[in-house]
T-cell receptor
Framework: DAGITQSPRHKVTETGTPVTLRCHQT?????MYWYRQDPGHGLRLIHY???????DKGEVSDGYSVSRSKTEDFLLTLESATSSQTSVYFC?????????????FGPGTRLTVL | EDKVVQSPLSLVVHEGDTVTLNCSYE??????LLWYKQEKKAPTFLFML????IEKKSGRLSSILDKKELSSILNITATQTGDSAIYLC??????????????FGTGTRLQVTL
């Protein structure tokens, strides 16, 4: 979706290093989400935000933190990356209201932790 | 525990065939069921279903929800090679006082051959 971007698109890092992924939306939506996608698991929610400085945990939040200091930006941080965090990370925003109130996804970030 | 189960896990068909993909769910506080298509990139939205028995249709794709059976099907008629993708089913749910969230199935991988 053109209204949501992610950076970087690819990253290779080493175990133990901090990593921050950025999600940026241009549509001023309140709700934003971070997911990871792994074979056999589908998409799993890591954290989500329901406004500036308002965030909450999803089902796989251990080892991750998030921040949202501006409506348009939602950051995902791996404080000390581990090989189990090698994954594809998707950010999503929720377009509320009519006609379809649902989530639209960014292009994804492929993260490899060596 | 909330869960969404899709079947089959993968499917290979010939161009022109009709396919039916299945999704069943067990979630509390159901709001809607969604179908996404994922090629080698981000999931893209197909349908949102909230009412039982009402078919949503877009070209050769159609979907229907059965809230009594807690399930949905996605039909694709006259398949084309461009339909090759992973089809994801997700259920939107919400606990009182929190933001709505999506729980995804693991997806059905569809391959359409000539």
């Amino acid at each position: 979706d053109a209204g949501i971007t992610q950076s970087p698109r690819h990253k290779v890092t080493e175990t133990g290093t901090p990593v921050t992924l950025r999600c940026h939306q241009t549509e001023n939506h309140r709700y934003m989400y971070w997911y990871r996608q792994d074979p056999g698991h589908g998409l799993r929610l890591i954290h989500y935000s329901y406004g500036v400085k308002d965030t909450d945990k999803g089902e796989v939040s251990d080892g991750y933190s998030v921040s949202r200091s501006k409506t348009e930006d939602f950051l995902l941080t791996l404080e000390s990356a581990t090989s189990s965090q090698t994954s594809v990370y998707f950010c999503a925003m929720r377009r509320g209201g009519s006609p379809v109130d649902t989530q639209y996804f960014g292009p994804g970030t492929r993260l490899t932790v060596l | 525990e909330d869960k969404v189960v899709q079947s089959p896990l993968s499917l290979v068909v010939h161009e022109g065939d009709t396919v039916t993909l299945n999704c069943s769910y067990e979630v509390t506080n159901f709001r809607s069921l969604l179908w996404y298509k994922q090629e080698k990139k981000a999931p893209t939205f197909l349908f949102m279903l909230t009412s039982s028995g009402i078919e949503k249709k877009s070209g050769r794709l159609s979907s229907i929800l059965d809230k009594k059976e807690l399930s949905s099907i996605l039909n694709i008629t006259a398949t084309q090679t461009g339909d090759s993708a992973i089809y994801l089913c997700a259920v939107d749910w919400r606990n009182t006082g929190t933001a709505s969230k999506l729980t995804f199935g693991t997806g059905t991988r569809l391959q359409v051959t000539l």
